[in-house]
């Protein structure tokens, strides 16, 4: 009877349980990383890369003056010490620390006698373009250990399929940084299930991000307090991360701006000071309080607004902080005058979120639903990225040919277009005289800017600023709809079209469908 009772211990119940509760690097759920994550991530990161660098190189066109004046135009005039500063600097609501990531390339260059304009141009987009996709990888596997595989793969999908990402991410857009810092601190944010969380990381992220452009802390206000509700220690919380990491990032960023501007200045305080309680914002152009809501947000994200909505339904209860943040994000913004298609650019990751989980979701119908989105996208991609607005771009390659030295007369440009329409200095690299029509916010002055004068009477404008024939500019610029208006000082003072450039399908108002080069013979 003993011999059988020990052979039946052998196989008892409990025996059994310990077998099963052995750790395996195949099953374990604990690990966010089984096996293949190492060349997974190898491939996917080369993947991205190539992706994104395809991406940069196939977007030719302007967006809005800030990817040029609010960050090339300041890092060329960092290092070369020549150039043209806006408004915005004079009054120091700009900090330094974005421009200072691309005069660091710059003064790269200069060191090594490389500073070409093409690597000028080129080499600050594409490292926008690598941390882009960094991002992305990032963002993979954050879905990866958020949800599963196969709903990282869709949501993957539906985010490099977005048309906006495609437009935007690449560009030395403050808003592409923004965007790109939110997706990393998103990753690492204390979301429910998340096995990626860090607070030192995400909060280290929003602080950059903020730092980059102020009007970030909108997209993370609910998402800090949601964390600030979860934290069991709010003193430790408060004290060793929201203070500590917030005054170091304030303390460095002033550091630098102070150093730039040669006097002791507090950027973040004159940038609310001015946008809120002097509404300069405002003189930038208004839309209704829906736009966001009706014209703006369907407009970024495009052929995918029916998976989020979709994506929303099924995950309101997991993700209701990310939904929540969305909402409020778009509800805050459309209370402010001004706005645009990217300021909202940074909630878009967020709404693939959804969009990947209602993808995925569809089962049989998943890969039909994926082409229809690369089609529906690349359509727009392409187009926005490769013909729509290209003009302004172009032009700056035909003037930079007056930079030869072989050139005996000392050309002088004058740019007669909307103020700021083209890149300056930092596409052409070379001091040549160049004007344009200037357009600084009222600032309490009671005044009628440069461009507004002008545009109300142009040959007026044009015969008051140069009285005598040797004060003409050599080249004029502008769009082909002011050409009529002042055909008689052309003709009079022996202009002669030398080039004409496509810039838009789409002309309105005082932006034509091509731009004219008129020299002086």
Same mark, same amino acid.
């Given at each position: 009877m003993e011999n059988i009772r020990s052979r039946l211990k052998l196989g008892n119940k409990e025996d059994d349980v310990k077998l099963?509760?052995?750790?395996?690097?195949?099953?374990?759920?604990?690990?966010?990383?089984?096996?293949?994550?190492?060349?997974?991530?190898?491939?996917?990161?080369?993947?991205?890369?190539?992706?994104?660098?395809?991406?940069?190189?196939?977007?030719?066109?302007?967006?809005?003056?800030?990817?040029?004046?609010?960050? /090339?135009?300041? #890092?060329?005039?960092?290092?070369?010490?020549?150039?043209? $500063?806006?408004?915005?600097?004079?009054? +120091?609501? *700009?900090?330094?620390?974005?421009?200072?990531?691309?005069?660091?390339?710059?003064?790269?260059?200069?060191?090594?006698?490389?500073?070409?304009?093409?690597?000028?141009?080129?080499?600050?987009?594409?490292?926008?373009?690598?941390?882009?996709?960094?991002?992305?990888?990032?963002?993979?596997?954050?879905?990866?250990?958020?949800?599963?595989?196969?709903?990282?793969?869709?949501?993957?999908?539906?985010?490099?399929?977005?048309?906006?990402?495609?437009?935007?991410?690449?560009?030395? /857009?403050?808003? #592409?940084?923004?965007?790109?810092?939110?997706?990393?601190? $998103?990753?690492?944010?204390?979301?429910? +299930?998340? *096995?990626?969380?860090?607070?030192?990381?995400?909060?280290?992220?929003?602080?950059?991000?903020?730092?980059?452009?102020?009007?970030?802390?909108?997209?993370w206000f609910p998402l800090i307090i949601y964390h600030f509700w979860q934290e069991e220690n709010k003193v430790k919380l408060i004290i060793h991360q929201y203070a500590l990491i917030g005054a170091l990032a304030i303390t460095i960023s002033t550091m630098i701006d102070c150093i730039f501007y040669g006097k002791w200045i507090f950027v973040q305080f004159n940038f609310i000071k001015l946008n809120i309680f002097h509404g300069v914002a405002d003189f930038y152009g208004s839309h209704p309080w829906h736009w966001y809501f009706t014209q703006g947000f369907p407009a970024v994200i495009g052929p995918h607004l029916p998976l989020c909505l979709h994506g929303c339904t099924l995950a309101v209860r997991r993700y209701k902080m990310l939904l929540f943040t969305?909402?409020?994000?778009?509800?805050?913004?459309?209370?402010?005058?001004?706005?645009?298609?990217?300021?909202?650019?940074?909630?878009?990751?967020?709404?693939?979120?959804?969009?990947?989980?209602?993808?995925?979701?569809?089962?049989?119908?998943?890969?039909?639903?994926?082409?229809?989105?690369?089609?529906?996208?690349?359509?727009?991609?392409?187009?926005?990225?490769?013909?729509?607005?290209?003009?302004?771009?172009?032009?700056?390659?035909?003037?930079?040919?007056?930079?030869?030295?072989?050139?005996?007369?000392?050309?002088n440009v004058l740019f007669l277009m909307p103020c700021h329409s083209t890149p300056y200095y930092s596409h052409l690299h070379c001091p040549i005289s160049m004007r344009f029509l200037e357009c600084p916010p009222n600032l309490g002055d009671d005044y009628m800017d440069e461009s507004v004068i002008f545009y109300n009477d142009p040959l007026q404008w044009l015969r008051a600023s140069f009285p005598y024939k040797s004060s003409l500019p050599s080249h004029l610029v502008m769009f082909d709809v002011l050409e009529k208006d002042i055909s008689g000082f052309l003709q009079g003072n022996n202009f002669v079209r030398t080039a004409e450039i496509f810039h838009t399908h789409f002309p309105d108002g005082r932006v034509g469908r091509s731009i004219f080069i008129y020299e002086r013979h």
């Open positions: 099963r509760k052995r750790k395996s690097q195949l099953y374990s759920k604990d690990d966010p990383c089984p096996l293949n994550c190492g060349a997974l991530g190898f491939r996917l990161a080369l993947f991205v890369v190539a992706f994104r660098l395809v991406n940069c190189f196939l977007v030719q066109t302007s967006f809005v003056p800030d990817e040029y004046w609010q960050s /090339l135009e300041v #890092s060329h005039h960092m290092v070369f010490n020549y150039g043209y $500063l806006t408004w915005e600097w004079k009054e +120091g609501i *700009r900090g330094y620390s974005y421009p200072l990531l691309f005069a660091f390339v710059y003064q790269i260059l200069y060191y090594m006698n490389y500073d070409s304009v093409q690597l000028l141009k080129w080499l600050p987009r594409i490292l926008q373009t690598l941390l882009a996709a960094f991002a992305d990888v990032k963002f993979f596997f954050f879905i990866r250990n958020l949800e599963n595989t196969d709903t990282a793969k869709w949501t993957f999908i539906c985010h490099l399929t977005s048309w906006f990402t495609w437009y935007c991410c690449t560009r030395t /857009l403050t808003n #592409s940084m923004e965007t790109t810092l939110t997706m990393l601190a $998103l990753c690492y944010f204390p979301l429910p +299930g998340s *096995r990626s969380q860090s607070s030192w990381k995400y909060l280290t992220l929003v602080a950059l991000a903020v730092l980059v452009r102020p009007t970030s802390l909108i997209v969305i909402i409020w994000t778009l509800i805050i913004y459309s209370l402010l005058p001004h706005k645009e298609f990217r300021f909202i650019y940074p909630i878009l990751p967020f709404c693939m979120v959804f969009c990947g989980i209602s993808l995925a979701s569809l089962k049989a119908w998943r890969r039909t639903t994926a082409a229809i989105l690369v089609v529906t996208n690349l359509l727009p991609a392409l187009y926005t990225g490769l013909i729509h607005q290209r003009g302004t771009l172009d032009v700056m390659g035909h003037l930079h040919s007056l930079c030869d030295i072989s050139n005996n007369s000392q050309p």
